[in-house]
Antibody, heavy 118, light 106 residues
Framework: EVQLVESGGGLVQPGRSLKLSCAAS????????MAWVRQAPKKGLEWVAT????????YYRDSVKGRFTISRDNAKSTLYLQMDSLRSEDTATYYC???????????WGQGVMVTVSS | DIQMTQSPPSLSASLGDKVTITCQAS??????IAWYQQKPGKAPRQLIR???TLVSGTPSRFSGSGSGRDYSFSISNVESEDIASYYC????????FGAGTKLELK
């Protein structure tokens, strides 16, 4: 059974950093591109970043470029999102998701809440 | 960046109705559109990929169609378990979600 379990969320002050993790199991992690998607309270879904299966390529939405870094450790089957210079507008539930062959995302984690507030 | 215009924002239906949601892309997305269902407090669930391919476990009352810039998603014979929000996702050029459609019972 495919499982994605996020951790590392919490309350953080504006301008500070936070690192999210997503532990994967039930599939060969190193075969799949992975993504982070977020959802602000009572709002819609917003793609944040994607990393290729081997970590050689990364892609970001414009609003997080230069502040967020997506990475992975295939030996640990874990995806990461390093979030620096956090802003109030980054407050959201962050989901990790698995990309399938055609590029869409099939399995999603349960999400982790990040609140940026003083 | 590709923009996705999803409509309507909300939809009210009776059990057994057929409902349709549309997404229009700002440019041709070559059928690279997926549809997701999200219930309150839960993660999104993929229902359809590549315009019309039902993913494993998706009931046959769900369907998708379209090409170029214009796509639609339908539920025939709405059931109570279908009450949720629905999102389109284009993945032809990076990724963009539609704003979502909240399906409620009339």
């Amino acid at each position: 059974e495919v499982q994605l379990v996020e951790s590392g969320g919490g309350l953080v002050q504006p301008g500070r950093s936070l690192k999210l993790s997503c532990a994967a199991s039930g599939f060969t992690f190193s075969d799949y591109n992975m993504a982070w998607v977020r959802q602000a309270p009572k709002k819609g879904l917003e793609w944040v970043a994607t990393i290729s299966y081997d970590g050689s390529s990364t892609y970001y939405r414009d609003s997080v470029k230069g502040r967020f870094t997506i990475s992975r450790d295939n030996a640990k089957s874990t995806l990461y999102l390093q979030m620096d210079s956090l802003r109030s507008e980054d407050t959201a539930t962050y989901y990790c998701a698995r990309h399938v062959g055609d590029g869409s995302a099939d399995y999603w984690g349960q999400g982790v809440m990040v609140t940026v507030s003083s | 960046d590709i923009q996705m215009t999803q409509s309507p924002p909300s939809l009210s239906a009776s059990l057994g109705d057929k409902v349709t949601i549309t997404c229009q892309a700002s440019q041709n997305i070559n059928k690279y559109i997926a549809w997701y269902q999200q219930k309150p407090g839960k993660a999104p669930r993929q229902l359809i990929r590549y315009t019309s391919t039902l993913v494993s476990g998706t009931p046959s009352r769900f369907s998708g169609s379209g090409s170029g810039r214009d796509y639609s998603f339908s539920i025939s014979n709405v059931e109570s378990e279908d009450i949720a929000s629905y999102y389109c996702l284009q993945y032809d050029n990076l990724y963009t979600f539609g704003a979502g459609t909240k399906l409620e019972l009339k």
